[in-house]
């Protein structure tokens, strides 16, 4: 299982992330749906921030400031 770093998005294309979730997973489409499941109302897509290094996370979405 890796860590993978998921910018929340209030829509597509947009280059600053609201936020910016770490999901732990086997693939990346795996963290992409476990992403999409945790939307806030304002959050309309997702994408990999391939850019962020992970740490280590001690929940399914470590919420990063």
Do not use: C, W, Y
């Not at 770093?5 to 294309?13: F, P, V």
């Not at 280059?15 to 109302?41: F, G």
């Amino acid at each position: 299982m890796k860590v993978f770093a998921i910018d929340m998005l209030a829509q597509s294309g947009d280059r600053t992330p609201l936020r910016t979730v770490q999901v732990p997973a086997a693939s990346v489409d795996e963290a992409m749906q476990k992403a999409h499941k945790s939307m806030s109302q304002d959050e309309t897509a997702v994408r990999v921030n391939p850019h962020h290094t992970p740490r280590p996370v001690g929940r399914l979405l470590d919420i990063r400031v």
